[in-house]
């Protein structure tokens, strides 16, 4: 449960990172 949650966290981070970058790119 525990290892579940970490890896959903590192997942949106990963998906939160990976938006903000393609949008400092875009603009």
Not at 6 to 25: D, H, T
């Amino acid at each position: 449960f525990f290892f579940f949650f970490f890896f959903f966290f590192f997942f949106f981070f990963f998906f939160f990172f990976f938006f903000f970058f393609e949008l400092n790119s875009l603009i």
